[in-house]
């Protein structure tokens, strides 16, 4: 069974760094693009970013680009997002996700973790 | 960046009736490249139809993706209890963005 599980959410000022971890389990974590989707609170959807299976290309939401950072372990079946100058409007739960190898769409979803930006 | 509108923002329907979302694109979706989710409050979402089409597994048949270029359609062919929630669309086909979703709620 896929499971992902995120960890590292919390309360952070803004301008402050928060890392995300999740770890996954049952199937071959080294072989699949690995994603992370927010979703702010009472809000829709949005795709933050996207790392290959050898960490070799990494994607970002424009309104993440250069403060976030996206990787991976696949020694220890884990993704990572390093966020760096956070600001209010990046409070949201952020999901880890899994696609199916057909493209960037999303089967497996962690149950998220809540990222609050306030002072 | 592709921009998703969907409608309406709000479908009030009984159980048992029809359900048609949709969701419009700004420019066109390469090769079908749409997604549609269902999401339940404090859960995460969950795939139902990829490629446009395509139904993600153990997804029910009453749930059916059509569509292509720039205006897809989800319909829900009889609405069981359990199908009231809000549907995200979403393309793969460029950098992948979210339509801002249709809450279907009990009439």
């Known amino acids: 069974e896929v499971q992902l599980v995120e960890s590292g959410g919390g309360l952070v000022q803004p301008g402050g760094s928060l890392r995300l971890s999740c770890a996954a389990s049952g199937f071959t974590f080294s072989s699949y693009w690995m994603s992370w989707v927010r979703q702010a609170p009472g809000k829709g959807l949005e795709w933050v970013a996207n790392?290959?299976?050898?960490?070799?290309?990494?994607y970002y939401v424009d309104s993440v680009k250069g403060r976030f950072t996206i990787s991976r372990d696949n020694a220890k079946n884990s993704l990572y997002l390093q966020m760096n100058s956070l600001r209010a409007e990046d409070s949201a739960v952020y999901y880890c996700?899994?696609?199916?190898?057909?493209?960037?769409?999303?089967?497996?979803w962690g149950q998220g973790t809540l990222v609050t930006v306030s002072s | 960046e592709i921009v998703l509108t969907q409608s309406p923002g709000t479908l009030s329907l009984s159980p048992g009736e029809r359900a048609t979302l949709s969701c419009r694109a700004s420019?066109?979706?390469?090769?079908?490249?749409l997604a549609w989710y269902q999401q339940k409050p404090g859960q995460a979402p969950r795939l139902l139809i990829y490629?446009?089409?395509s139904r993600a597994t153990g997804i029910p048949d009453r749930f059916s993706g059509s569509g292509s270029g720039t205006d897809f359609t989800l319909t829900i062919s009889r609405l069981e209890p359990e199908d009231f929630a809000v549907y995200y669309c979403?393309?793969?086909?460029?950098?992948?963005?979210f339509g801002q979703g249709t809450k279907v709620e009990i009439k």
């Open positions: 490629g446009a089409s």
């Open positions: 996700a899994r696609d199916l190898s057909r493209g960037w769409f999303w089967v497996y």
């Open positions: 420019q066109s979706v390469s090769s079908s490249y």
């Open positions: 979403q393309q793969y086909g460029s950098s992948p963005t």
């Open positions: 790392i290959k299976q050898d960490g070799s290309e990494k």
